[in-house]
């Protein structure tokens, strides 16, 4: 069973950076296409930044040129480096994981309901 354990979050000034981690078990990143969400208060969760299929770095218009996924294969770590931070990005944070054949294109690759491994998620709060 894949687990997946967010860290990093945390209470920053607008215009801060945070830098989140995920770390899996027992499998290799190489073996999943992954991804990072966030879900505010009342609010439907999206997708921020996450893996194609084919390697290529998908993000949320919101946080494009801000915001930047990557991954430690060595270390089954994926990375959400997060700059220029705004209260608007204040939300729970995710990583989740799927197979990759099921991130066959931006609209999977984005979508919540593409990956079926969660981690508990980690808060990210920014005050103005």
């Known amino acids: 069973q894949l687990q997946l354990v967010e860290s990093g979050g945390g209470a920053v000034q607008s215009g801060g950076s945070l830098r989140l981690s995920c770390e899996a078990s027992a499998y290799s990143v190489v073996k999943y296409c992954w991804g990072w969400f966030r879900q505010a208060p009342g609010k439907e969760r999206e997708g921020v930044a996450s893996?194609?299929?084919?390697?290529?770095?998908v993000y949320a218009d919101s946080v494009k040129g801000r915001f930047t996924i990557s991954k430690d294969n060595a270390k089954n770590t994926l990375i959400l480096r997060m700059n220029s931070l705004i209260p608007e990005d204040t939300a729970m944070y995710y990583c989740a994981a799927a197979p990759c054949w099921m991130t066959y294109n931006t609209n999977a690759a984005r979508s919540p309901e593409t990956y079926n491994y969660w981690g508990q998620g980690t808060q990210v709060t920014i005050s103005s």
């Open positions: 893996f194609h299929l084919h390697g290529h770095k």
